[in-house]
């Protein structure tokens, strides 16, 4: 489909879609954070949990790369781990680390005390999320007149396998032995976290959101039978706590086995830089794609990082809609001003 003249829907969504708007759409993951000198100074002395539980401060955030990068889309500034912590469940995430759990999860009576736990209050995220849509109607970007808020939560896996390995891991041993040994407990985990992403996704959806992503950063060291068998059916049912109500987009890491899964329920799939753009949209025919610029590309010099970016936009016309972003997120050592010269060569393009 072509551009249909529509100025008055932000090109996020006309690509969402299925539409090519006037100019391609462009957000980076990670956007919002420690590349930008304004988050930091907006973060010093708050840790990520707490920041992200203040609603200007978390809204500020959201809007903070919007206003410096003119990007298509703010994404919320939160965190995986948020609706666990909204749960009740105790993690912190330690600088140079990432979340660690107080009490991993043993034995099939740890998980039965964990499913007892619910979102008591999520009025906090609502709030982040009605103060930044406020001011994004009203902020320019593209062609259109808004700027869309992207919502976000943590797919069932990869918030099992934080509950299980205690701590980020690399294989996730723990995680997929639970899988395999005790599918009942696993059922049980999985259920639970999908309904507190599905909630969590419904929440910023209440509030404002015009579009969600499902993060699923550990799928990718799962075989496609085990991703298909005892993974894929939870995704699903937390993007059904939102489906048909936004558009809905599916990323992973190291997913090249698991595309056509992914795409499942979604009407828009992120392709990691490991896998060649035209090669993924091939195998997923009427499907949106996001991505998918090498973010070591960044650190290369302007001459690769634009011919690099340029071959991106080029492989992804063979797509309905194509929505450029990073492979992955944004490094923290990413120069700020070359992501804004970054987005106006896209919109250029």
């Not at 489906?243 to 899964?261: C, D």
């Not at 090669?279 to 690769?304: C, E, H, M, S, Y």
Request: hydrophobic fraction near 45%; aromatic fraction near 6%; charged fraction near 20%.
């Amino acid at each position: 489909m072509t551009d249909d003249g529509d100025s008055t829907t932000p090109p996020l969504l006309q690509a969402l879609r299925g539409a090519r708007p006037a100019t391609p759409p462009v957000w980076f993951m990670r956007q919002a954070g420690r590349s930008l000198p304004e988050y930091r100074e907006a973060r010093a002395g708050v840790a990520m949990l707490d920041a992200c539980l203040v609603p200007d401060l978390a809204a500020e955030i959201t809007l903070q790369p919007v206003r410096r990068h003119r990007v298509d889309a703010a994404i919320l500034f939160s965190d995986i781990m948020v609706p666990l912590h909204l749960a009740g469940v105790g993690v912190d995430i330690v600088p140079g680390v990432g979340p660690v759990m107080e009490a991993p999860l043993r034995t099939a009576s740890d998980i039965a005390a964990l499913v007892a736990h619910e979102i008591e209050d999520a009025s906090m995220i609502a709030d982040a999320v009605r103060t930044a849509v406020t001011e994004l109607s009203s902020t320019p970007s593209g062609d259109a007149s808004w700027t869309p808020l992207i919502g976000f939560a943590g797919a069932p896996f990869t918030l099992a396998a934080y509950l299980v390995e205690g701590r980020p891991s690399r294989d996730h041993l723990a995680a997929r032995a639970l899988m395999h040994a005790d599918p009942a407990s696993w059922d049980d985990l999985l259920t639970w976290c999908a309904r507190i992403s599905g909630e969590f996704l419904a929440v910023q959806v209440d509030a404002g959101a015009s579009a969600v992503q499902v993060f699923d950063s550990w799928c990718g060291s799962l075989s496609l039978a085990d991703y298909a068998r005892s993974v894929a059916p939870y995704s699903r049912l937390a993007m059904q706590a939102v489906q048909g109500r936004v558009p809905l987009i599916h990323f992973g890491t190291g997913t090249n086995h698991l595309l056509e899964e992914l795409a499942k329920g979604a009407d828009a799939v992120g392709v990691d830089d490991r896998t060649p753009l035209d090669a993924a949209i091939d195998r997923l025919p009427g499907k949106t794609v996001q991505g998918n610029i090498d973010p070591a590309a960044l650190f290369a010099g302007w001459d690769f990082l634009e011919r690099h970016t340029l071959e991106v936009i080029e492989r992804g016309r063979r797509a309905p809609g194509h929505i450029v972003n990073l492979g992955h997120g944004v490094p923290p050592a990413t120069d700020p001003r070359l992501l804004t010269r970054l987005v106006e060569r896209i919109h250029a393009a």
